[in-house]
């Protein structure tokens, strides 16, 4: 009888966000794979869960998904996890996920927190469309390539960024994106949680006068200015009209408006005057 693999996310840094089913899963599970053992065991020995660990990372996923889902096609259970959030998502996974799904073993995914949701949600930023784009790249060329890339999406994105990169991260978006909305998040659900939001300028200014930044940074960018100014006054004024004679507010119009167009609230005040 085959078992299954249960992904289980982990908490992003307050233990109180790990839910009781994740406990659970943990309790059920005949290995526990661990993005860093050392770090793993810690959660692990926390919540009195006593189980094999085995380490499962970006450099040995390929040598040992298949051996990993032999044993579940075996019947047993294996549970994976990474150093913080949600496996697979810019962590390690996704070759057993794929080879799980090829074999038709079963996949079970035990919820919790995801930094980019959470940075997006508190951001004030248009959440909706918005994508996801992991780790901004490490060497400045290829970076301001990403950035470029991003820009064209005419949308919201969140990006990952190391506390080290973080300044010269914004300098070279500024550059490539011009002065959007952005919102930089750092140290999310911890004890020193903070939130730098504002003009892609006053905030890359704001962290380039610390002398340190530390922590795990989330960045939410909104829509580029050069795409922004492409929507056409016309359509933004139709849109807003429509709404108004439905019986929305003005304001609510207005958010709604920025939102479908990917605007700020500002550009469309400014295009209805």
């Known amino acids: 009888m085959s078992g299954k693999l249960l992904l289980v996310a982990t908490p992003i840094g307050n233990l109180g966000d790990f839910p009781p089913r994740a406990i659970e899963a943990l309790r059920s599970a005949d290995l526990v ?3 860093d053992t050392r770090h793993s065991r810690k959660l692990l020995t926390h919540f009195g869960i006593d189980k094999p660990t085995d380490s499962y990372h ?3 996923e390929e040598e040992k998904a298949p051996g990993i889902i032999q044993r579940i096609e075996r ?5 994976l996890v990474s150093d913080a959030g949600m496996p697979v998502v810019s962590d390690p996974g996704f070759r057993l996920v794929r080879l799980a799904r090829e074999r038709g073993v079963a996949v079970e995914v035990i919820p919790g927190p995801f930094a980019a949701a959470l940075a997006l949600a508190s951001s004030g930023i248009p959440p909706l469309p918005f994508t996801f784009l992991g780790f901004a790249p490490h060497r400045q060329a290829e970076r301001r390539d990403f950035y470029l890339r991003a820009r064209e999406l ?4 969140v990006v990952y960024e ?7 991260s914004l300098e070279d978006a500024l550059d490539v994106l011009g002065d959007v909305d952005v919102s930089v998040a750092r140290e999310l659900t911890k004890m020193h949680e903070e939130h730098v939001n504002g003009y892609l300028r006053e905030v890359t ?14 960045i939410v960018f909104g829509a580029s200015i050069e795409r922004s100014e492409e929507v056409s006054p016309k359509a933004v004024r139709a849109e807003f009209e429509r709404l108004r004679a439905e ?3 003005r304001n609510d119009a ?3 408006v920025a939102e479908k167009f990917g605007l700020r609230k500002n550009d469309v005040y400014r295009m209805l005057l």
């Open 33 to 35: 794979l661990c993005e």
């Open 58 to 60: 970006d450099h040995n």
């Open 75 to 79: 019947g047993e259970t294996i549970a």
């Open 154 to 157: 005419g949308h919201t994105f």
């Open 162 to 168: 190391s506390p080290e990169r973080i300044v010269a």
């Open 205 to 218: 200014a704001t962290l380039r006068e610390r002398d340190n930044i530390r922590g795990e940074i989330t």
């Open 247 to 249: 019986g929305m507010r």
């Open 254 to 256: 207005i958010k709604l």
